[in-house]
């Protein structure tokens, strides 16, 4: 398996409440990528990083935002969850961003009451 | 822009017969890159097989085979002797060198039966 690892896995939030997903790998990678997978399991790209202090949006309108300090880091926060941020987040690295395969993390699935 | 199009929403195969997976693209670049990513249920997103667009050889990996048709612009999967770990959600991917971001399908579940 990959060396890439997101926690919370599941996480049940109130309304309003400030939190961080977690993503962490261990194999060098430059490129990292988060991912919101909906309930009919489409994947949509709301973050990517090519490097360390860089960040960028993806395709898909988010109201998260994410940090690179640190090579093996990529945390996702949101500042005041609400239930329409409900869904599964995917963490993902890769190691030259289009030549190779991307790994991804198990996910971590959040519900926001 | 690049998009990726899976038209099954869903599979079905008796255990060790063979099913093919559709995926159809668009990229007006010419060095990218394809993928088939499987994704069990509750269970982490894996490579199944890949392909770079330079090659005409058909990738193969054990019971998995592509079809890629480059003028078509198609990629399909091939899984012969399917087994009930087949199961699962399977998604058709694209990467290009110029973008570094991955394209996914809308995914097609796949269900083995016995």
């Known amino acids: 398996e990959a060396d890439i690892y997101q926690t919370p896995r599941y996480l049940v939030i109130g309304t309003g409440k400030k939190i961080t997903l977690e993503c962490s790998q261990t194999?060098?990678?430059?490129?990292m990528y988060w991912y919101q997978q909906d309930p009919g399991m489409e994947l949509h790209l709301i973050h990517y990083s090519y490097g360390v202090n860089s960040t960028e949006k993806g395709d898909l309108s988010s109201e998260s935002t994410v940090s690179r300090i640190r090579t093996e880091h990529f945390p996702l926060t949101l500042e005041s969850a609400r239930p329409s941020h409900t869904s599964q987040y995917l963490c993902?690295?890769?190691?030259?961003?289009?030549?190779?395969?991307?790994?991804f993390g198990q996910g971590t699935r959040l519900t926001v009451v | 822009a690049q998009t990726v199009t899976q038209s099954q929403p869903e599979m079905s195969v008796q255990e060790a017969e063979t099913v093919t997976l559709s995926c159809t693209y668009d990229t007006s670049e010419s060095d990218y890159y394809l993928f088939w990513y499987k994704q069990p249920p509750s269970r982490q997103m894996i490579l199944v097989i890949r392909q770079e667009a330079y090659k005409q050889q058909n990738a193969t990996e054990n019971r998995f085979s592509v079809n890629f048709q480059k003028a078509a612009k198609s990629f399909s999967l091939k899984i012969s002797d399917s087994q009930l770990g087949d199961a699962a959600m399977y998604f058709c991917?694209?990467?290009?060198?110029?973008?570094?971001?991955?394209?996914f399908g809308t995914g097609t579940r796949l269900k083995v039966l016995a």
């Open positions: 993902a690295s890769s190691a030259y961003g289009g030549r190779t395969e991307a790994f």
């Open positions: 991917a694209l990467t290009t060198s110029g973008t570094y971001k991955y394209i």
């Open positions: 194999m060098g990678h430059d490129k």
